[in-house]
């Protein structure tokens, strides 16, 4: 039985019925398809380390099936680990403070907060509208400006042109992808899987195994330059 005192510890609830089993880490990683380093950072319980929590998430269900753990109370005691199972609140403890005096200061809090609110609401409101404005006069001159160049022979700058990549999952890993520093996109790639992406700039990828994709960038090869089996950051162009 885990003592009280290992409630949360998801890696070693884990650790625990893979020891039981005699199960290697090259072995569990083998039959997971999950790289030896992050079963390491999952037993260490290095979150910081680790990849996206919904990725984090299918991992340990992953491992869990391996050495017949449960899945659903490994991810719960990772989730409490990372403070996202909160105590409930006794509601009662709300309730302990009476009388007239008590609910004058509410009554009067609760007022000065009001027109706080309203205060700052109209300010935002006002703000962005300036900000709205300022925001589309400069992109309009911006695309003047664009223009006047392409006319003139001097831009640099190619309306209409766009990247192309296109990944090849040869191997099940996860995939977190920015385009054009926009927000993060993240997949769970099986083997086989494909994906086109499209992008003005550029493309910033976090992959969980070097050696589980595939990239051809512009119709052309593009070589990852890390180890098979490991992270990699990957810049293009």
């Not at 160049?149 to 296109?166: A, R, T, Y």
């Not at 996109?185 to 969980?208: C, M, P």
């Amino acid at each position: 039985m885990i003592s009280e005192n290992k409630s949360f510890s998801f890696g070693h609830y884990l650790q625990t019925f893979r020891i039981k089993k005699k199960i290697g880490l090259e072995e569990l990683s083998r039959e997971t398809k999950i790289g030896i380093d992050c079963l390491s950072l999952i037993e260490n319980e290095q979150i910081d380390k680790l990849p996206p929590e919904v990725f984090v998430k299918g991992f340990l269900r992953s491992y869990a099936k391996a050495v017949n753990a449960d899945g659903e109370e490994a991810v719960r005691r990772y989730l409490a680990s990372t403070g996202a199972i909160k105590k409930m609140i006794n509601p009662e403890k709300a309730l302990n403070k009476t009388g007239l005096r008590y609910w004058h200061k509410i009554f009067l809090l609760s007022g000065v907060f009001l027109c706080v609110i309203i205060i700052s609401v109209a300010s935002v409101y006002e703000l962005s509208d300036k900000t709205g404005s300022a925001e589309i006069s400069k992109q309009e001159k911006h695309s003047a400006d664009i223009q006047k160049k392409v006319i003139e022979g001097k831009s640099s700058e190619k309306i209409g042109d766009k990247l192309s990549l296109k990944i090849l999952a040869i191997k099940d890993t996860w995939l977190k992808v920015i385009i054009d520093g926009q927000n993060p996109q993240e997949y769970i790639l099986n083997s086989g899987d494909f994906l086109e992406l499209n992008a003005l700039k550029g493309y910033n990828l976090l992959v969980g195994d070097a050696g589980a994709i595939k990239l051809s960038f512009n119709e052309k090869a593009y070589d990852i330059a890390r180890e098979s089996g490991r992270p990699a950051n990957i810049q293009i162009p």
